[in-house]
């Protein structure tokens, strides 16, 4: 088993910079990808961006590329989102996730098997 702990959500300005962070814990060495998700308000859940395990392959949501940034620790079992230049449609409550089961970052959440539960980020406009 794998546990997912997020944190690092909050209410910010739009245009203001906001990083989350993704503990991991358990059978992490089991871990081949992580990624993290997103359910705004009304909205189903989307992809948002995803990392492979050496940190050197990433994917981004068309919405999010060029401000978001992922990037992860393996010797701190921690991922993180880095979130510039925040816009009021990105409120949404973030999800981390991490799949046991895929070597290749995908933006399918059924691949991921291992989910957080969730930090809320607000951005005011």
């Known amino acids: 088993q794998v546990q997912l702990v997020e944190s690092g959500g909050g209410l910010v300005q739009a245009g203001s910079s906001l990083r989350l962070s993704c503990a991991a814990s358990?059978?992490?060495?089991?871990?081949?990808?992580m990624g993290w998700f997103r359910r705004a308000p009304g909205k189903e859940r989307e992809f948002v961006g995803g990392?492979?395990?050496?940190?050197?392959?990433?994917y981004y949501a068309d919405s999010v590329k060029g401000r978001f940034t992922i990037s992860r620790d393996n010797a701190k079992n921690t991922m993180y989102l880095q979130m510039n230049s925040l816009k009021s449609e990105d409120t949404a409550v973030y999800y981390c996730?991490?799949?046991?089961?895929?070597?290749?970052?995908?933006?399918?959440?059924?691949?991921?098997?291992?989910w957080g539960q969730g930090t809320q980020v607000t951005v005011s406009s």
């Open positions: 996730a991490a799949s046991s089961t895929s070597v290749v970052v995908t933006t399918t959440s059924s691949a991921y098997n291992y």
């Open positions: 358990g059978r992490t060495f089991s871990v081949y990808i």
């Open positions: 990392i492979n395990w050496s940190g050197r392959s990433t």
